[in-house]
């Protein structure tokens, strides 16, 4: 019966030393970037043709986030404060609107092929209503810009991170 117990017990030990060592590999949330509240930007020499081609967006019990897709090196860009945006190239305004918003320049940026094909299949305009994002657009693939806008429930704190394999960029609006 030793015998039995011991062959249970050893991949029983063996489960519970991946999964402490599993925990000490993963990223606490501490080490997500500060929520500010302030235009930002960031730059990466590294982007040399970075392509959006997708974002999703969910929400949290304390946050609302959206993830923007990207084939290549994450782009450089910048994020900042608005109440009302417009259309890369046209000038139109865009159909969405909150108490405040954020808008989302990343350059150099593509969302299409060099054909000029859309590679980008995510929502052009998308009014999820969570606790922060009330709304959200696709505004520009435009002359090496790609461009969002989030309306916001209001003026809310945020921060921005990068993730990798694969490569994306992540919103949080704090509710």
Do not use: C
Not at 61 to 84: C, L, Q, T
Not at 86 to 94: E, K, Q
Not at 153 to 168: G, K, M
Request: glycine residues 6%.
């Amino acid at each position: 019966m030793k015998k039995l117990v011991s062959h249970v017990a050893t991949p029983f030990v063996t489960l519970v030393v991946a999964l402490a060592a599993s925990a000490a590999l993963t990223s606490p949330a501490a080490a997500l970037p500060a929520w500010q509240d302030h235009a930002t930007s960031w730059t990466n020499p590294k982007a040399k043709d970075p392509r959006v081609v997708d974002l999703r967006y969910a929400t949290h019990a304390h946050f609302d986030r959206v993830v923007i897709e990207i084939h290549g090196a994450n782009p450089s860009g910048h994020a900042f404060y608005a109440k009302k945006f417009f259309y890369d190239g046209s000038g139109a305004p865009v159909p969405i609107k909150g108490r405040s918003g954020l808008g989302l320049d990343l350059s150099p940026a593509r969302a299409h092929t060099l054909a000029g094909d859309n590679l980008y299949v995510g929502p052009q305009v998308a009014r999820p209503h969570f606790d922060t994002l009330k709304a959200l657009a696709f505004t520009g693939d435009f002359e090496g810009h790609v461009s969002f806008a989030f309306a916001l429930t209001h003026r809310a704190d945020y921060r921005i991170f990068r993730l990798h394999s694969p490569e994306r960029l992540v919103l949080d609006f704090r509710h």
